[in-house]
């Protein structure tokens, strides 16, 4: 064996281990440019083999006719760029007349198997422009977010989509989200990594978690008011409601529209005013909402109706004083009682995990898409985290955060803690420091909390 066999069958072996053991070092060593070569020799013949060509134009056949050259062949549509990526290729294509997106979005399935890619998604760009973005590898298995995303105000890289793109969580664009599932599904660490994400923002995170607190309570350091019972819940949110009033008034106050105010000056929410007087944007996480909204007796059928109340103003009139909602549960639907649904409406971002059955998928995308609800209810559960996060435009796309351990979610949120803003409405629920400290040692002493 001579040593360039040797080196060849090293490059084999490892390229095959790599495949199996890591597909995503496999997919940037090797199978890009496989990939990319596999699509630029079978391009025409697999697009003619998925019905995606058109036949020759009239004038490209007389110009043949006259020239007596042999008939022209069938066109498929023109590749503008091909850019391959962390995760995939991403195709650019001029449709040829005659086609229409829905053409290519009906052909994915076909065109996954034809070039031998793992999942085939496409969209519209523009008229008579769509791009296909092909995954090499099943990227939702094992999340790796990419270390380069767009950073914004108001805006977290939660998930990774199932294309290889970044989900975001936009709260300036979807001011309030539901995030729903089943037990053991995925909720709290999508949570956690919404937390994490903000840690590092200018903004308020305040917090609701029924269940005793355990999800949320560790995160302490960064959150200005937390909630861990119905009764402080309702204290809490009355003091939301409080707080976005006063944020009004300071808009009011600001607006002073006159003549020769120009347009672009005008306050209507907090993000027109100037730097220095902007109130901190507040986001409120709520994690398993139906606790919230369950009682047994008169007096807590009237904390209900008061927090339902609360919550419903909030969604309603907080987006332009700077309040955002991000409820989580594992249902929340009428049967949890009036308001509920007008709740529901309000809340734009939807996110489902796994689900048991149709009328959960249905509260969260029921009104929005039924290919959706379908997607919901095919997640399994050996793959907690994977969800389907859908927009009020009917699109959606199944989604999985990377798997944020609650260790990891402490110490992003110590290290920030000095970021906590105080809130003066909401000082009398800031939590207390001291046990949380001896809370989040505990959990790892090998890796203590830094802040
Ligand atoms: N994105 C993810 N990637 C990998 N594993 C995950 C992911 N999300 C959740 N898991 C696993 O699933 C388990 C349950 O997750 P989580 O606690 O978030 O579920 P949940 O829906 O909040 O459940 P419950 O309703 O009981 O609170 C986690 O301990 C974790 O092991
Ligand atoms: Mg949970």
């Not at 009428?334 to 529901?344: D, N």
Request: aromatic fraction near 6%; charge should be positive; hydrophobic fraction near 45%.
């Amino acid at each position: 064996m001579t040593w360039s066999t040797v080196a060849l069958l090293l490059v084999v072996v490892t390229a095959v281990l790599l495949r199996w053991r890591r597909p995503a070092w496999y997919w940037m060593t090797f199978g890009v440019t496989f990939a990319a070569l596999r699509v630029a020799f079978r391009y025409a013949s697999v697009m003619d083999a998925c019905g995606l060509t058109v036949p020759p134009s009239r004038w490209r056949l007389s110009l043949a006719r006259m020239t007596n050259r042999p008939a022209p062949e069938s066109q498929a549509p023109r590749i503008l760029r091909m850019r391959p990526t962390r995760t995939g290729l991403v195709l650019r294509l001029k449709l040829r007349p005659g086609q229409d997106a829905f053409d290519v979005a009906a052909a994915t399935d076909r065109l996954r198997h034809s070039f031998a890619m793992y999942g085939v998604t496409s969209r519209e760009l523009r008229s008579g422009v769509v791009e296909l973005r092909m995954t090499g590898y099943d990227v939702l298995e094992r999340v790796q977010m990419p270390t380069k995303v767009d950073s914004a105000p108001m805006r977290v890289p939660v998930a990774l989509r199932e294309d290889g793109a970044v989900h975001y969580r936009d709260y300036r664009a979807v001011p309030h989200g539901l995030t729903l599932g089943a037990t053991e599904s995925g909720k709290s660490v999508y949570q956690r990594n919404l937390v994490a994400g903000l840690a590092g923002q200018d903004v308020a995170l305040v917090g609701i978690d029924c269940k005793q607190g355990v999800e949320l309570f560790p995160l302490a350091r960064r959150f200005s008011a937390l909630a861990d019972n119905p009764d402080t819940a309702l204290e809490l949110l009355e003091a939301l409601v409080a707080h976005m009033e006063d944020v009004y008034q300071l808009i009011r106050a600001e607006q002073r529209i006159t003549v020769n105010v120009p347009d672009a000056e005008i306050a209507a929410d907090i993000w027109d005013l100037p730097d220095d007087i902007r109130p901190t944007p507040v986001v409120v996480l709520v994690d398993e909402v139906a606790e919230l909204a369950l009682f047994a007796t008169k007096d807590e059928e009237k904390r209900r109706d008061r927090i339902i109340t609360a919550l419903v103003r909030l969604a309603q009139l907080g987006r332009a004083a700077g309040i955002y909602l991000e409820i989580c549960g594992q249902r929340f639907g009428s049967e949890l009682g009036k308001g509920i649904t007008m709740l529901r409406a309000q809340l734009t971002g939807r996110t489902a995990h796994r689900v048991n059955d149709e009328t959960s998928a249905n509260m969260a995308f029921g009104d929005i898409s039924p290919d959706a609800v379908l997607a919901a209810i095919q997640i399994s559960t050996d793959t907690p985290g994977v969800a389907v996060a859908g927009d009020s435009t009917g699109g959606w796309a199944r989604i999985r955060a990377p798997h944020t351990s609650l260790r990891q979610a402490v110490n992003i949120c110590n290290r920030n803690a000095d970021r906590t803003p105080d809130l003066p409405e909401l000082a009398a629920f800031r939590p207390a420091v001291a046990p949380l400290a001896s809370a989040a040692l505990s959990l790892s002493k090998a890796a203590p909390a830094t802040a």
